[in-house]
């Protein structure tokens, strides 16, 4: 069984463009979970999403931020007009079922903006 | 709010000596309690958990006990490996169906041959 898989694992964008994070939770799972790491810092809760739904978003910043985990294909976390401020780890986890105890972590996109 | 506080790195130790990593929390109702454990270029990994009080975790060596009155849950493991020289991060969660996981800053641990 597939562990959660993130793409791309590294994305470079100059300031002003955007950039798009995908990940393909595991198999049978419908809860994916979005985290943002920045250098030498915990990991942040960003949004938590089940298929077609955001049910808690409450760590998304309220500009530049979206995420959607459509019926088919992946969960995507989009950042239009990235700036200097927006680079990090961003790491996505998924789970059979809400809740913490079996969330699954992929291996991150590192994103850098120049 | 909720908040994890753990002991800051870098954490250098020799193989085989006796690890603790501090870990203590922040919360207002009866928060789940986790260590995750961060091997370089790689997503973490559930190390340990505990939902409750006086439950210890282990896993790999690794043990941490949910302490209430303390609201604490140090990692400690008897005999590190180099192949344990990772980041390790606290972190908690309130309940069982919650869906976020709020996670301390890390600790870098290095273990020496």
């Known amino acids: 069984n597939a562990g959660v898989m993130q793409n791309p694992r590294h994305l470079v964008r100059r300031r002003g463009q955007e950039a798009r994070l995908r990940c393909s939770p595991m198999k049978g799972h419908s809860h994916v979970y979005w985290y943002r790491q920045l250098p030498e810092e915990g990991l942040k809760f960003m949004v938590y999403l089940q298929k077609e739904n955001i049910i808690d978003e409450s760590g998304m910043p309220k500009e530049r931020f979206s995420a959607e985990f459509p019926k088919e294909g992946p969960s995507i976390l989009r950042i239009q007009q990235v700036v200097r401020g927006d680079s990090a780890a961003y790491f996505c986890?998924?789970?059979?079922?809400?809740?913490?105890?079996?969330?699954?972590f992929g291996p991150g996109t590192r994103l850098t903006v120049t | 709010g909720d908040s994890v506080t753990q002991m800051e790195g870098p954490v250098t130790l020799s193989e085989e000596a006796f690890l603790t990593i501090n870990c203590t929390y922040t919360a207002t109702g009866y928060p789940s309690l986790f260590w995750y454990v961060q091997y370089p270029g790689e997503g973490l990994q559930l190390l340990l958990k505990a939902t409750k009080a006086d439950d210890k975790g282990s896993n790999k060596g690794f043990e941490a006990t949910y302490r209430k009155e303390t609201t604490s849950f140090h990692l400690e493991k008897g005999s590190v490996q180099v192949s344990d020289s990772a980041v390790y991060f606290c972190?908690?969660?309130?309940?069982?169906?919650?869906?976020?996981?709020?996670f301390g800053s890390g600790t870098r641990l290095s273990i020496r041959p």
């Open positions: 972190a908690l969660s309130e309940g069982s169906s919650a869906s976020k996981i709020i």
């Open positions: 986890a998924s789970s059979p079922t809400a809740g913490p105890f079996e969330q699954y």
